[in-house]
Every structure is written in C-alpha cells, then in structure tokens.
C-alpha cells in the first residue's frame, strides 16, 4: 500500500444562509448560535484539534464577521478580566485561542451548495488529504467523532466518511452508505445514496458530518454542475470519486445532534446542558418540572 499521507487540515464550511433560523440568523451567523455557552462553531474546532489536526480553514462569507473574532485575541476583554480578578475566566479563553498562524479563511462569494464551499478552500488545502467537519452537526459523546475517523484513516488510508444508525423507516431523509467489509475501525463502503426512496435503502447508516477526503475530490467539483436544490452537492462529487477511489465509514460511538434544525439545536442544548458538572442538576430539576406541567396540562386538556 502506498504510504498514507497525514491529515493536518480540516475544512469548517461557514457560508452558508442558515435559512432555517431565520429570523435568528439575520444578523448572527447560525453557527455562532450557542450550545450552553459556547458557539456551535466552537465544538467543530475542538473535535478537531481533539483528533490531532492543527490547522483550520473556515469557508466564510459576508457577513459571518464574527467567526473570524470569536477566533481571535481580545486584550481590551483579558485586561479588563484581569482588573476584575476573574482568572478562570481568563484561563478559558486562552485556552481556546488558536494557535497563531493555525486558522486560514476563504471566501464563498455566493451559497452555492456545499460542495462549491468546500472546492473553495482547494488553494489553502493543496495536494493533500483532509478532514471536513460540517459545524450544524454537533458530535455528543466521551470524544468527538473525527478522532476515530482518524484512526480508521491510519488503517485504511482512504477516503472515511462517520455514520450513525436511524431507525430504518427515516433512512429517505439522509444520505445512506452501503456496508460492506468489516475492518478494525469500521467498514468498507459499497455505495452511497442521497435520500432513498422508502425501502431502498442499502443500510441505516447514514452521513453524519464528517469526513476525510483525498484532495481528488477539488478537481471533480471543479467540473461538477449543480444537482438537488440547484446546489453544487458534495455528495454528487464523493459518488464520483467513489468510481476511482475507496471510500470507509467509522460508525460514531456517540451521539450528533443536527443543530441545523430547531428542534436538533433544542436536543443539544438540553443534552450538553445536563451532562455540564456546574449547571447539570438545576437543568434537570428544571426540565423535569417543565415536563411534569406539560403533561399535566396536556390531560387537563
Ligand atoms: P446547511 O445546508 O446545513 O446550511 O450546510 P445552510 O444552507 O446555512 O442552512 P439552511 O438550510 O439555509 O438553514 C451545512 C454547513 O455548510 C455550510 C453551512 O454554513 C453549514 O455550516 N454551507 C452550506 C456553506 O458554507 N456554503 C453553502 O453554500 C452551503
């Protein structure tokens, strides 16, 4: 086999409209929308650097401003923490800043589709291997799924998609891969599929968001015309590439929440909120006084 390159990059698209959480998103980019305290965005960047990928390229747009400063220095903010005496407070936010020289950006003029934003990061990723995490798809679990991408990377060397099991009447609404052999970290993947018909589907392991691709994929895009929703799919250019190239899926031993939708970004906030030491029993007493009272007035009604 041929030696297998590192992956050093990963590839956060942030271009898109976020549609879905308008009016929320007329002013703040979607993905600076907050799980608990943190921006969505922020989970993305640290699954990756969990899995050992240092440099990030964000795939921006207009108005998405405050990404490129949420990864940014704030002295005004650390002295005036400083003069306050809040040193925790300090430590964390240093703790999260990048290191310098570790996060690029690129512009997406238009929202094009998915597979246009990334082809726009083709210059700042070269001829190499990288991961692509989609930052609405927020991994749950005792670590991030990249990481075991990576470990199924360094086995098969391939392109590695992460998947996660629906239950099989729901597989129409996602896209689907076929299971083929099994190897340490994963399987081998025999096809993928964009929304089967009901009872189509070749498995219920479905595309969670997160990906390694060989570097192949930028000049198939670079041809591609757009397909579903008059987008440029990425799925359409991975269906191509999967005519030359193996492609393996790692099936993500936790959980990820679609905070891309309204009532997956309410599951994450409610899930990551009671599993927090500081706020984790209050937010369960809460909620579960909130239920009992719903159901209540629910069989009143
Ligand atoms: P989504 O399709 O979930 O994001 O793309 P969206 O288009 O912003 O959402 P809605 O449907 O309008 O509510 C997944 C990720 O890909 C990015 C988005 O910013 C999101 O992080 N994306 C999507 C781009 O960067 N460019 C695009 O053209 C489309």
Partial sequence: MDRIRTVRKAVIPVAGNGTRFLPATKAVPKEMLTIVDRPVVQYAVDEAHQAGIDHIVFVTSRNKQAIEDHFDDTPELISSLSRAGKTAQISELEAMLPKAGSVSFTRQQAPLGLGHAVWCARDLIGDEPFALLLPDMVSFGARGCMAGLMELYR????????????????????????KGETVQ?????????????????????YLNGRYILQPEIFSILSHQSRGAGNEIQLTDGMLKLSETQAFHAHPYEGRTFDCGSKHGFIEANVTFALARADIGDIVFQSVREIMLSHESRIRAA
Avoid: L, W
Avoid at 155 to 177: F, H, L, M, R, T
Avoid at 189 to 199: F, H, I, L
């Fill in 185 to 205: 970290h994963g399987f081998a993947v025999t096809e993928m599929v964009e929304k089967p018909a009901m009872g189509r589907a070749p498995s219920n392991y």
């Fill in 155 to 178: 086995e098969v060397g391939s392109n590695v998609v992460g998947v996660e099991q629906c239950a099989p009447e729901d597989a129409s609404k996602y896209g689907i891969v076929g």
